[in-house]
Nanobody
């Protein structure tokens, strides 16, 4: 069964940096894209960044030019480098892998991780 796990969260001060990692394993057959989303306290989950299988990337306006999504395909790992962090970036960060799996009958499905907490203090 497909499994996704995030790591790298923590507490930093305004202007600091963190790098989140997303490792996917198990029954993943073919990855189309990997997303990062976040859920701030008391708010809905929102899209942050995506990297496609061809390397193309997409970002939310709120993080464009501050953050970078990248990947190591051979390690089945996607990264989110977060620079110039602000208190508004405080949230639980989730990774989601859009992929065909051994149990998805040929369809692409999203598999989510459990999330990692990022707290930015002023």
């Amino acid at each position: 069964q497909a499994h996704v796990a995030e790591s790298g969260g923590g507490s930093v001060q305004t202007g600091g940096s963190l790098r989140l990692s997303c490792v996917y394993s198990g029954g993943i057959v073919a990855v189309d894209s990997v997303d990062w989303h976040r859920q701030p306290p008391g708010k809905q989950r929102e899209f942050i960044a995506r990297i496609f299988n061809n390397g193309e990337t997409k970002y939310a306006d709120s993080v464009r030019w501050r953050w970078t999504i990248s990947r190591d395909r051979y390690a089945s790992t996607t990264y989110l480098q977060m620079d110039s962090l602000k208190p508004d970036d405080t949230a639980v960060y989730y990774c989601a892998v859009n992929a065909r799996t051994t149990t998805s009958a040929g369809y692409y499905v999203m598999t989510w991780g459990q999330g990692t907490q990022v707290t930015v203090s002023s």
